[in-house]
């Protein structure tokens, strides 16, 4: 099942904000459970991480792994922002 056309337009929306900032702490039980919530209250959610917090090769896997996390699907992500949406 692909992701649909209305998600794809909202989550490449320059309006869109980002909710949730991955700080040095890094992936933490309460970060996932505040996508979860997100996610659960709207769409989509817009993920931004720290510079410097992972390694360019390593971003997608992280980016990967917090969708497996959050039981969402990963929409769009560009250097330090990824979108997620849960269907």
Same mark, same amino acid.
């Given at each position: 099942?692909?992701?649909?056309?209305?998600?794809?337009?909202?989550? $490449?929306?320059?309006?869109?904000?980002?909710?949730?900032?991955?700080?040095?702490?890094?992936?933490?039980? $309460?970060?996932?459970?505040?996508?979860?919530?997100?996610?659960?209250?709207?769409?989509?959610?817009?993920?931004?991480? $720290?510079?410097?917090?992972?390694?360019?090769?390593?971003?997608?896997?992280?980016?990967?792994?917090? &969708?497996?996390?959050?039981?969402?699907?990963?929409?769009?992500?560009?250097? $330090?922002? &990824?979108?997620?949406?849960?269907?």
């Amino acid at each position: 099942m692909g992701i649909p056309e209305h998600i794809r337009s909202l989550a $490449n929306d320059r309006e869109l904000k980002v909710s949730v900032r991955i700080g040095r702490e890094g992936i933490t039980e $309460n970060l996932i459970s505040e996508i979860k919530n997100q996610l659960g209250a709207r769409e989509v959610v817009k993920i931004k991480m $720290n510079r410097g917090l992972f390694d360019r090769e390593q971003k997608p896997a992280v980016w990967q792994e917090l &969708a497996e996390s959050c039981v969402a699907e990963l929409v769009d992500a560009r250097g $330090n922002i &990824a979108t997620f949406y849960r269907p």
